[in-house]
């Protein structure tokens, strides 16, 4: 309901990274102010899924190898406020318990929620560690870690000076947390901040509003661009050079491919590229099989 807490998680951490936009539609889809878009994805992330899955098992199995009965596996959480509450309370009892390695530990500060893939107990505190099935750290990764840590943190837990990854080619990186941890904690109160203040509004997010930054290719971007004949339609088109366009006016496929004249900071030769790249796809467009047109 409108008066629920709302409680984000790592996931979403992670979309808004690469989707602010996409994000606050979750929102009004979770309200009910507009409709799911389907993600044509989905059968893929079933597989990457599956993937990642084999991937924590084999760390799974070293880190058992590697601490012999010193592994303790937790449940998954009841999805209620209660219920992650008493999850966190069992993680925070299974920390003391002289347990080398947790898996699947659950973290929860009222508003947030992530599920660890281990924390492994070192003499510095307790190591957060994630499998991803990628070859090189990326941001959104990075910041779960952080989210992990950090959450262990507050609740007065001492945490080790490094968090890790353990990547698809099975390399083990580690990355100081003094550098992780502000990063989080910046993008944790900008998700906050957007969360509440569009909850607030009581208005479905409208696609152009540069309070949010958009990728513009997700599949929730892209039922938005079909629809605003966005110039993103058009191929080569660079996000710079679309603000100057929509500065000068010119804010759809079609209106690029019909003007005419000079537009501020755009070179004359590129616009001339992209107002014929237009007209090519607009006339695709009218006879999709009239065989593919080029100049």
Not at 62 to 79: I, K, M, N, Q, W
Not at 183 to 210: F, K, M, N, P, T
Request: proline share 5%; net charge negative; glycine share 8%.
């Amino acid at each position: 309901g409108d008066d629920a807490r709302l409680v984000i998680s790592a996931s979403d951490l992670r979309t808004a990274s690469d989707c602010e936009f996409a994000l606050v539609r979750q929102l009004d889809v979770l309200l009910g102010r507009a409709d799911k878009v389907e993600d044509p994805r989905d059968p893929m992330l079933a597989r990457v899924s599956a993937l990642g899955d084999q991937h924590e098992q084999a760390e799974l199995r070293r880190l058992s190898r590697e601490h012999p009965g010193g592994v303790r596996h937790l449940p998954s959480p009841t999805y209620s406020p209660e219920g992650l509450a008493r999850a966190m309370a069992e993680t925070l009892d299974a920390l003391s318990s002289g347990v080398a390695v947790l898996s699947q530990a659950t973290l929860f500060d009222g508003s947030f929620v992530g599920r660890a893939d281990f924390l492994e107990n070192t003499p510095a505190g307790w190591l957060v560690s994630d499998t991803k099935l990628a070859r090189h750290a990326n941001v959104p990764a990075l910041l779960q870690i952080g989210a992990y840590a950090a959450l262990l943190e507050d609740a007065g837990a001492p945490v080790a000076p490094v968090v890790r990854l353990v990547l698809g080619d099975a390399a083990i990186r580690d990355y100081p947390l003094a550098e992780v941890l502000p990063v989080y904690r910046s993008r944790r109160a900008r998700l906050d901040g957007i969360l509440a203040e569009h909850r607030e509004c009581g208005q479905v997010a409208r696609w152009g509003d540069d309070r949010w930054m958009a990728c513009g290719s997700c599949a929730t971007c892209s039922v938005e661009v079909e629809t605003a004949r966005d110039l993103l339609l058009v191929a080569g088109l660079r996000r710079p050079t679309r603000r100057r366009l929509h500065d000068a006016g010119i804010s759809t496929i079609d209106e690029l491919a019909v003007s005419t004249g000079a537009v501020p900071e755009v070179r004359s030769s590129i616009l001339e590229r992209l107002r014929a790249q237009a007209r090519l796809q607009l006339a695709q467009e009218a006879d999709p099989l009239g065989g593919v047109r080029h100049e």
